[in-house]
């Protein structure tokens, strides 16, 4: 069964979590005086718009009419009850789905490329450059940048250049240009952070360009609650009042953010964050300050972090493989308000499998992540007896990974 | 735009178009006797509710509450009107489509694929064998087979096989067991024609066994109309009447017939059938009785045909290499209520691309041959001045085609 909106029915306004955040959320330093960062070191990178929404304390941020006026081609997206998944794990807890992958780019990622490309047009920029891993962000944005006009030039980590062309050929369809990273060694299979740093010196050096981050910032996780605004009020039309237990799977944190902050008021809401366990940021990094990248030009932020030089291993789901987190999330998860868990990718992909065999579609590795938390959820709930409500967000499909999945069924898949 | 119906109001019947055929449909033939086929002749392959909608003249045929529950994890699909297309082209003309893409194939094919395994589950078949070109056919019943329980082997076309190894995985993630075909001659690229030889002869070899197939057969047009029959009520809440063309791409005619038989009762909508140029079925095809296959196993049809034994060139839209066309879309051709135009693909990949810069979404290739037939259309209607409402069917996503995009875009692709 899915609810949908009726299409008109987008939510106008982000909302914004940072007034309610359980502590106060600390400032992002300059990497060179260590003081907190003002927006004259941010504006060779981000237009004033953004750097505004990075730092307002205002409860709600309208969203502009030409941004909606996108975001419309695929929004409202479905509120889907995964009853098939339901049966097949005997519980009787209810699993709602926000499916995020009915995006031209297959995932939530548009949600903040289409602001990101707007802003900056609206400031004259009229080329971006951003860094991707798996790229699912490097796709969202050269979607985002065709439909305003932008070129969008993206670094993508080599190791994924070379094993997903189709993510590449996807970017180009789009007019994007896209080359390896990093750009001075050949020989390196990259890494988020080394891209990152490419990206950044690319912008810094064109007076034409700006920089565009797809997680982790508190503009970008801002862009992201429509997501949860949305199954807000299609749980409401389900019948539901407010879920039991929210769940996503976190890399930078803008999928995580943008299905749990809207319930971050709600107190009685269980919020739980998904992660590989050969990536545990959340579940066994320390909360400090970090840099973003690897080569240290980003500012400093307060976040849990393995450190800026972590090298994660090549997991499938290359999405998550970051090595700090959103500060926002960090600061929800360090005051208690939000939980973690980590699961190795062999479990991860049983669960993405029996999905596809109950509910019909083909989950992203990274959204497999959640989908196997919901299931153990689920059966936990079968054992206790509990009607939970779950919701969780399908951030995006897998048709992209399907090498992946090659790999987990012919039993080469590290489990690990 | 989008227009959703409201879920639960997907059609609960099919639209039977043969009492309303211009002409009577003339009978399938035995490939031995040359008499009209009987159910007992088909019964090895089919089961009988199957065999009955094969010929029934019936105006409607219920849909089972079963398959209702399934087709709907993703029914209704929107109907999108294509404004940004229209305003690049500058177009008076009105836009729509619907939107096939959105089932978790990928296509339109699980319309057909589901209510097959039903009648065939319902019947005690455990086991379902069919071909595939380029793979869209073969996932789908895949899928469907996956959430009835049902074992399903697929032979794909061995040029298929070896450079889409996506599509097979996908098949895999469902469950399904996938071989290169023709099986019998390792060296030989295979043809759909060589493919349909092999299911049918695992199909009539086995008990538990049957075949299945995915467009041509006039059961399988009739199970596509929900998508015409909800287009026609989603017009209707778009403040539309009648379209005044309603388009799609042909390979066997199951899309094409799915988006236009409801409309062939309304006289003044001109139904236009988009083949590849380098298969030109209904273009340069001639009117007989022909052989579905290349081992001459199947009933000889009435159809459009280049031929059993026609080679086509290994274009980029696979779904559109057949040979013939389905009967009743033969019949519509002959009699002139359907026309027929034929493009070659690299003006279809031109069309594609421009759509994917502007609408966002990035076309299967057979679903570019409609978009190229719009476009003209739509700049057709630029030039004189008219208000046309243009329809066709978005009938699948190309995101695992992006190989060919990658030829088109570095000038690799064969144009013709």
């Not at 306004?13 to 005086?33: C, I, R």
Request: net charge negative; with cysteine; hydrophobic share 40%.
């Amino acid at each position: 069964m899915r609810w949908n909106l009726p299409p008109g029915q987008m939510p106008e306004a982000w909302f914004n979590v940072v007034p309610q955040l359980p502590e106060p959320l600390q400032p992002d330093l300059h990497p060179g005086t260590r003081e907190p960062v003002g927006p004259d070191d941010l504006s060779p990178l981000f237009p004033m718009a953004l750097i505004g929404q990075e730092v307002t304390s205002e409860p709600w941020v309208d969203i502009p009419g030409e941004v909606i006026d996108v975001l419309r081609l695929w929004r409202p997206t479905p509120l889907v009850r995964a009853q098939r998944l339901e049966r097949a794990l005997g519980t009787p807890a209810r699993i709602y789905y926000k499916d995020e992958s009915v995006s031209p780019a297959g995932s939530h990622k548009p949600n903040t490329a289409v602001p990101q490309a707007f802003y900056n047009k609206q400031a004259g920029i009229t080329r971006l450059a951003t860094e991707t891993g798996a790229g699912q962000w490097g796709s969202a944005l050269a979607f985002a940048c065709a439909l305003f006009g932008l070129e969008c030039k993206v670094y993508m980590v080599r190791a994924s250049y070379n094993q997903k062309p189709y993510r590449r050929v996807m970017m180009e369809v789009w007019g994007g240009s896209v080359v390896p990273s990093p750009v001075d060694d050949p020989d390196s299979p990259g890494s988020l952070g080394s891209a990152i740093s490419d990206a950044v010196r690319d912008a810094v050096s064109r007076e034409d360009t700006h920089y565009s981050l797809g997680s982790v910032l508190n503009h970008v996780l801002l862009h992201q609650t429509v997501i949860g605004l949305e199954a807000k009020e299609q749980l409401a039309s389900a019948g539901e009042r407010l879920p039991d237990i929210v769940i996503g799977s976190c890399g930078g944190g803008s999928n995580l953010g943008g299905i749990s902050l809207p319930f971050v008021p709600d107190a009685g809401v269980d919020l739980l964050a998904v992660e590989p366990s050969s990536c545990p940021t959340l579940t066994e990094g320390t909360f400090r300050y970090d840099f973003a990248d690897v080569a240290k030009m980003t500012p400093l932020l307060p976040m849990y972090t393995l450190g800026h030089e972590f090298m994660p291993p090549s997991i499938h789901a290359g999405g998550l493989r970051y090595h700090g987190d959103a500060p926002i999330i960090s600061d929800l998860v360090k005051a208690g308000r939000m939980r973690a868990v980590a699961y190795p990718q062999g479990k991860v992909f049983e669960a993405a499998v029996q999905f596809a065999r109950t509910q019909g579609t083909i989950p992203a590795p990274e959204t497999a992540h959640a989908i196997r938390a919901v299931m153990d959820e689920a059966l936990a709930a079968k054992q206790a007896g509990e009607e939970k409500v779950i919701l969780f967000s399908y951030s995006g499909h897998g048709l992209l990974d399907l090498g992946a999945y090659d790999d987990f069924l012919h039993g080469r898949l590290d489990r690990d």
